[in-house]
């Protein structure tokens, strides 16, 4: 049996950290590799606009699968605890990414190449699914007391963390291969990587005690026989709204980074070792973002701080189309930056909001099913619906897709109760 030890801060802070960073590594590693060579290799007829839109709905695909995945670990980590479903989840990430770098292109083996790219994309979709949730409750239930949004912002700090990891693999690969050599086999080596990634995180995993918040609701035997059930009778409406408060995270994230890295390299003709460069530098701005929401949210609520956000997040949505289209890259750096730095301001109080939401016994399936309904409705579509938009009628619509998102989390965000003083139950 593995050792458990009494958690440390530090302990805590990587083990909800650490997931996080290697599930947007995976998603944006999958992302990059979508903007630039997975229609090729996997879709190889038809013209670039043709295979963009096939790579990016391969992209859907995961997102489309994770609200399943929050429901079965949920049901576990409301079950059984957070820990075991924990290490779970990053199996079963951890080996569908690994999986992907070693997959057959189409010329190998036909049609089987993008149906098996599927399928992979479905096991990532499942492990992430129960990623996000348990990692949440890790923290903020190992929390003193006013200091749920500080600790709910661990997991919140692997998104900018893993987004650098994944950038800094591409850049590397744009330096020392050539472009042939990156389309035939260098795109799969961040996808190998990512096992290494996996083997640390369950090292730091397998050494946690449970949280003594689920260990109360263990000894006083309140598990609910059916979590989902429990969640859709009675906390249906912090369910539907905590999803919708999501929804401008995922938007701001995708467009600015996916959809916009595929706009740049092939409209802008901006070269892509450049344009990952002033990624790298706006993805910054989301990490200063991140602990400065965080701590606002311990300080003046949860609400206040995602109101002002928003409404920023709404207005950014118009500076779009002439910051893109201007093709300077101080300008689009500049726009990817505030984009990237909202981003960090709404995203970092939901470490803390998302659970709060729920009772301890149902708190694992709330909080990750909230969190990856959220995925569906910003994030899943968002890179392939941007890049219709823009066919259809420019980037004026982009814009005002990202506008959309965050008028819907505005309304969600307006209609909740402050929830920085509920107590755990």
Known sequence: MTKTTAPSVTRIALASFIGTAIEFYDFYIY???????????????????????????????????????ATLFGHFGDRIGRKTTLVASLLVM????????????????????????????????IGLGGEWGGAALLATENAPAGKRGWYGMFPQLGPPVGFLLATGSFLLLAHFLSEQEFKDWGWRLPFLASSVLVMIGLYVRLALAE?????????????????????LKFHAAPLALGAMAMVVCYALFYISTVFSLSYGTTTLQIPRQQFLGMLCVAVLFMAAATPLSAWAGDRFGRRPVLLIAGSAAFLSGFLLKPMLESGSPLMITAFLSLELFLMGATFAPMGALLPELFPS???????????????????????????????????????GYVSLAAAISLFAIYLMRETRDNRWV
């Open 31 to 69: 992302g990059m590799a979508a903007a630039l060579v997975i229609g090729p290799v996997f879709f190889p007829g038809g013209n670039p606009t043709t295979q963009a839109l096939s790579a990016f709905l391969t992209f859907a695909v995961a997102f489309l699968t994770r609200p399943l995945g």
């Open 94 to 125: 951890g080996v569908s990414t690994t999986l992907i770098g070693l997959l057959p292109g189409y010329d190998a083996i036909g049609a089987w190449a993008p149906a098996l790219l599927c399928l992979l994309r479905f096991g990532q979709g």
């Open 211 to 231: 949280t003594p918040v689920f260990a109360k609701v263990l000894q006083q035997h309140q598990q609910v026989g059916l979590p989902l059930k429990e969640i």
């Open 361 to 399: 016994k149902v708190r694992y399936t709330g909080a990750g099913t909230a969190y990856n309904l959220g995925g569906i409705l910003g994030a899943s579509f968002a890179p392939y619906i941007a890049q219709r938009l823009v066919t259809e009628g420019g980037l004026a619509w982009v814009g």
